[in-house]
């Protein structure tokens, strides 16, 4: 994603709100919680391509491998090469997604419908994160991918996938060793390989993280309102329950609440950040009165 700073979490003042913030973490849930019936939604290429009816296939692997194109290498060749991957065991796309737990945020405090959708109608709140601080956490790693919108689901070539993941562990491995090489064997001859395993390595990673974005974050294009940004760990749990995500309280920039929250909602919040000793700026979320949009502001009290 670009580089944003901030982004903004819109809550209901309920319970499970309050006590997330109490505790400082994020819940993460699996997509089948979410009410988008198209969540993590995607078509799925499988198998080792034809070239003659696959020819593009075919070749966008030839490539990943490390060919300059499918003329590059015979049929015999590529197909012996997948074959180890094409086993049932290997195909892990439908692991990799049933492992992801995500939360939601947007990019920007004044959306309208997020605030009816989410915040209750301006009776919630919304929490500013600073993204930099927010991703700071020395026990659990997670990533935050902008979400794409699109009028279809993106495909997903399970082959390409997994060549993509082969070429990431054998370029790792063989930086490593030629490494060693070099320290220990004094094979300086063998520098001019590092280069060329590092730009593999570089591409392959790159092809991972597209793949996995259009896996996690893609969405149907009446959803773009919500100008969503994800956060995602993945989770070794099998059952398919939420996780919580905890980070440093440094990462809570403001709390904006909006305009028709009750004074016992909001005193009620003013208490958790008294609790939690942040001395951070309390803004709200209002009405234009000759138009329909939302501005923040300094609340005054």
């Not at 819940?27 to 078509?43: A, G, L, M, S």
């Amino acid at each position: 994603m670009d580089k944003k700073i901030h982004i903004y979490k819109y809550c209901a003042f309920d319970q499970f709100a309050l006590e997330n913030l109490k505790n400082i973490q994020l819940w993460c849930n699996h997509y089948e919680v979410f009410n988008d019936p198209f969540e993590c939604w995607c078509i799925k290429k499988t198998g080792i391509p034809d070239p003659i009816n696959e020819w593009d296939r075919f070749d966008h692997i030839a490539k990943t491998w490390g060919f300059t194109s499918g003329h590059d290498v015979s049929m015999e060749d590529l197909f012996e090469y997948c074959s180890e991957f094409v086993h049932q065991y290997s195909m892990r796309v439908s692991q990799y997604v049933d492992s992801a737990r995500i939360t939601c945020f947007s990019q920007r405090p004044d959306n309208l419908l997020m605030w009816s959708h989410y915040a209750n109608g301006l009776r919630g709140f919304c929490i500013e994160f600073d993204i930099n601080k927010l991703l700071y956490n020395v026990h659990q790693h997670a990533e935050v991918h902008e979400v794409e919108y699109s009028e279809v689901p993106p495909v997903i070539d399970t082959m390409i996938y997994e060549v993509a993941k082969d070429q990431v562990w054998y370029n790792e491995i063989a930086i490593e060793e030629t490494e060693t090489e070099i320290k220990y064997l004094n094979k300086t001859e063998a520098k001019k390989w590092i280069p060329q395993y590092q730009t593999a390595l570089k591409e392959a990673q790159e092809l991972l993280y597209q793949l996995y974005r259009k896996m996690l974050c893609y969405k149907p294009l009446n959803c773009e309102y919500e100008e969503e940004i994800r956060l995602v760990l993945h989770s070794e749990l099998n059952d398919r329950v939420g996780e919580p995500y905890p980070y440093c309280k440094e990462a809570i920039k403001s709390i904006i609440i909006g305009e028709k929250a009750s004074d016992f909602d909001i005193q009620n919040i003013i208490k958790v950040l008294e609790l939690l000793g942040l001395d951070i700026p309390i803004k709200k979320a209002i009405r234009f009165q000759d138009k329909f949009e939302v501005q923040v502001h300094l609340s005054e009290s």
